[in-house]
């Protein structure tokens, strides 16, 4: 009995984390890569930059499926509500292991894109508030579920088309389109 008891206190204490900590990361999520760093900011709060290369859109014919990708910049706080009562129960939270509610910007550029729309400008901001698992497997190495709501604000020019074969192009007015969409991300991580 007494070594099963130091045996349970001593994994408990080389696994357990009481707060949230630094950590960087590279990650790949259901069709992309990227890396990023969280930042604590206090016991059970942290922010987290990212950068990714991944999709912004899907379009499907009969015979192909088509997906555009581009860079896509995050930043995003998350508060850890559940760290004391998963230390309490006995189980990690090494690498900021626990669940999470978190509000984020997303910036979407026109960098290294694929999209090739009739809009002149590719970028759009998507604003997002979600719920968040996050969990370790290994030392280094996590998954991560997250769902949420964002709004995406769009800003464009509806056209483009030259008038002289493509070497001047003329653009319409910019619109600007507001838009509610879900939002469901799974991840696969490295922490170094």
Do not use: C
């Not at 968040?132 to 991560?144: A, T």
């Amino acid at each position: 009995m007494k070594k099963t008891f130091f045996t349970l206190l001593l994994s408990s204490t080389i696994f357990a984390q009481e707060k949230a900590t630094d950590l960087k990361s590279i990650h790949i999520n259901v069709i992309g890569i990227g890396a990023s760093y969280e930042k604590a900011l206090a016991d059970n709060f942290t922010v987290l930059g990212n950068i990714n290369y991944s999709t912004i859109n899907f379009r499907g014919t009969n015979d192909s499926l088509d997906m555009d990708l581009t860079i896509k910049l995050g930043l995003e706080g998350r508060y850890y509500y559940n760290f004391d009562r998963r230390l309490s129960k006995g189980k990690s939270t090494l690498n900021n292991s626990g669940n999470y509610v978190g509000l984020k910007i997303d910036y979407y550029t026109d960098w290294l894109s694929t999209y090739e729309g009739i809009g002149k400008d590719d970028d759009f901001v998507k604003l997002v508030a979600n719920y968040g698992i996050k969990r370790n497997f290994g030392k280094q190495f996590y998954y991560e579920f997250n769902t949420g709501l964002g709004l995406i604000v769009d800003s464009y020019h509806s056209y483009k088309y030259s008038d002289d074969g493509g070497v001047n192009w003329i653009y319409s007015d910019k619109k600007t389109e507001l838009s509610f969409l879900p939002e469901v991300g799974f991840r696969v991580g490295y922490n170094f």
